[in-house]
T-cell receptor
Framework: EDQVTQSPEALRLQEGESSSLNCSYT??????LFWYRQDPGKGPEFLFT???AGEEKEKERLKATLTKKESFLHITAPKPEDSATYLC????????????FGDGTTLTVKP | KAGVTQTPRYLIKTRGQQVTLSCSPI?????VSWYQQTPGQGLQFLFE???????NKGNFPGRFSGRQFSNSRSEMNVSTLELGDSALYLC????????????FGQGTRLTVV
């Protein structure tokens, strides 16, 4: 069974204080790893897709990386508007359309 | 372009009742998945439909069912509601038939009393 574990559960940063979120996964036949952002009361919003170890994607202050066992979401010089829950998900094997999600990391950035 | 639309946004039901939730995906996105989100369990996969066929099913009891129509719109039904069914139900669609990034609706907040 596919498993996704995210750490830490919660992270509090000062504005401008860079950090990383971790997503470790155990799957059979990774087809893609996805990062989403979720604001309170809303559905998750797609951020990145990573397909193979060594791949990196960037968007504004966020950078996602992938190894064979884990992914990191690096946040550089965060701002208060980056506060949200960040979710990691995997698609694997022949289960097209099914994503397995981690429990998320809730990020709070204080001004 | 229009996003994923879920209706209703909020529902309050009584134990034992049944409920139907609706999801209209982005035009051209034929795969529709449903997830249950609770504080204790996170996002749990319910089922996924493609071209009116259920392709994947999660580990939920038979009280949870769904269907997809020819225009890709989808509904999920929960019968004999239990207090533990209170959750945010999210619908997601993907453009590709083999998966890929999912686009989510705002969700339906179901409260069972």
């Amino acid at each position: 069974e596919d498993q996704v574990t995210q750490s830490p559960e919660a992270l509090r940063l000062q504005e401008g204080e860079s950090s990383s979120l971790n997503c470790s996964y155990t799957v059979s036949g990774l087809r893609g790893l996805f990062w989403y952002r979720q604001d309170p009361g809303k559905g998750p919003e797609f951020l990145f897709t990573l397909y193979s170890a060594g791949e990196e994607k960037e968007k504004e202050r966020l950078k996602a990386t992938l190894t064979k066992k884990e992914s990191f979401l690096h946040i550089t010089a965060p701002k208060p508007e980056d506060s949200a829950t960040y979710l990691c998900a995997v698609q694997a094997g022949t289960n097209a359309g099914k994503s397995t999600f981690g429990d998320g990391t809730t990020l709070t950035v204080k001004p | 372009k229009a996003g994923v639309t879920q209706t209703p946004r909020y529902l309050i039901k009584t134990r034992g009742q049944q409920v139907t939730l609706s999801c209209s995906p982005i035009s051209g996105h034929r795969s529709v998945s449903w997830y249950q989100q609770t504080p204790g369990q996170g996002l749990q996969f319910l089922f996924e439909y493609f071209s009116e066929t259920q392709r994947n099913k999660g580990n939920f009891p038979g009280r949870f069912s769904g269907r997809q129509f020819s225009n890709s719109r989808s509904e999920m039904n929960v019968s004999t509601l239990e207090l533990g069914d209170s959750a945010l139900y999210l619908c997601a669609c993907t453009r590709r038939a083999d998966g890929g990034e999912a686009f989510f609706g705002q969700g339906t907040r179901l409260t069972v009393v």
